[in-house]
């Protein structure tokens, strides 16, 4: 009984439960919408295409270029919202002089800024941009959290012991709070996977990514709609690789999500 209640309530079986559920609801779908490929695909036909598609190198292609501006994006939109974060955490009530931009970032509809960037700066980094919009106010806020959680006996500590501002925060306020600026790198990390491809969607990039990939195969697609889910299948499978590398990470780093 304790072995069954055991396997039932572990995280990788729940897992393989929400994998099935998933799978049987597509299927229905499939079968709702009449077994045609240009409403919504067969299972099996595009799993076949994945397959055929990961064989491919252009699809690798595709990934690295996803990828790589991605993580151009992310750099820029973490560090530069760390730094800003560690000042305003500082100095806490410039919070309020930067609210407003805050959730100007945060409301602006992501395809209101495609658009924009397209504009300023070109098909090519464009999504950069928006990658960058998208992080930092994510990891902005965590960092700002971070130092409104350390204790107050802490900051009288730093002061008594009179450490400068640079020191304190090297060596006790910025170790202290840094776990929960991981969760916020840690989701905007995520995030900005599916924001870069849907960025390269909207914005009809010319340059090698996924994005390009899947409105390549929804417009040259002789097959319905099963070469857009297959690329969208690998830009999932990516996700949940990422996904399991961040939750090892969290194990490693003690960090409760």
Same mark, same amino acid.
Request: hydrophobic share 55%; charged share 15%; glycine share 6%.
């Given at each position: 009984?304790?072995?069954?209640?055991?396997?039932?309530?572990?995280?990788?079986?729940?897992?393989?439960?929400?994998?099935?559920?998933?799978?049987?609801?597509?299927?229905?779908?499939?079968?709702?919408?009449?077994?045609?490929?240009?409403?919504?695909?067969?299972?099996?036909?595009?799993?076949?295409?994945?397959?055929?598609?990961?064989?491919?190198?252009?699809?690798?292609?595709?990934? @690295?270029?996803?990828?790589?501006?991605?993580?151009?994006?992310?750099?820029? &939109? +973490? #560090?530069?919202?760390? =730094?800003?974060?560690? $000042?305003?955490?500082?100095?806490?009530?410039?919070?309020?002089?930067?609210?407003?931009?805050?959730?100007?970032?945060?409301?602006?509809?992501?395809?209101?800024?495609?658009?924009?960037?397209?504009?300023?700066?070109?098909?090519?980094?464009?999504?950069?941009?928006?990658?960058?919009?998208?992080?930092?106010?994510?990891?902005?806020?965590?960092?700002?959290?971070?130092?409104?959680?350390?204790?107050?006996?802490?900051?009288?500590?730093?002061?008594?012991?009179?450490?400068?501002?640079?020191?304190?925060?090297?060596?006790?306020?910025?170790?202290?709070?840094?776990?929960?600026?991981?969760?916020?790198?840690?989701?905007?990390?995520? @995030?900005?996977?599916?924001?870069?491809?849907?960025?390269?969607?909207?914005? &009809? +990039? #010319?340059?090698?990514? =996924?994005?390009?990939? $899947?409105?390549?195969?929804?417009?040259?697609?002789?097959?319905?709609?099963?070469?857009?889910?297959?690329?969208?299948?690998?830009?999932?499978?990516?996700?949940?690789?990422?996904?399991?590398?961040?939750?090892?990470?969290?194990?490693?780093?003690?960090?409760?999500?």
């Amino acid at each position: 009984m304790k072995l069954t209640k055991k396997v039932i309530s572990n995280k990788y079986f729940l897992s393989f439960i929400g994998i099935i559920f998933f799978f049987l609801l597509w299927v229905s779908i499939y079968f709702i919408a009449g077994q045609k490929q240009s409403v919504f695909p067969s299972p099996i036909e595009t799993f076949e295409q994945m397959f055929i598609y990961l064989g491919d190198p252009f699809t690798y292609r595709c990934i @690295l270029g996803s990828l790589e501006r991605m993580l151009i994006g992310f750099s820029i &939109g +973490s #560090s530069t919202a760390i =730094l800003l974060g560690v $000042i305003v955490g500082n100095f806490i009530k410039l919070k309020y002089v930067f609210k407003p931009t805050m959730v100007a970032l945060k409301s602006i509809p992501t395809a209101a800024l495609t658009f924009l960037f397209l504009v300023l700066a070109g098909l090519r980094n464009a999504p950069i941009y928006i990658v960058v919009i998208i992080v930092f106010p994510i990891v902005y806020e965590a960092t700002i959290g971070g130092y409104s959680s350390i204790d107050e006996f802490v900051l009288m500590s730093t002061r008594v012991d009179g450490a400068n501002l640079f020191k304190s925060n090297l060596k006790i306020k910025f170790p202290l709070a840094f776990k929960t600026i991981s969760l916020g790198l840690i989701s905007s990390f995520t @995030l900005s996977f599916k924001i870069e491809i849907m960025a390269e969607v909207i914005s &009809g +990039s #010319s340059s090698e990514g =996924l994005g390009r990939a $899947i409105q390549s195969a929804y417009l040259n697609s002789s097959n319905g709609m099963v070469p857009t889910f297959a690329y969208s299948l690998i830009a999932i499978l990516i996700m949940l690789l990422v996904t399991f590398i961040f939750d090892v990470l969290k194990k490693i780093l003690k960090i409760n999500a």
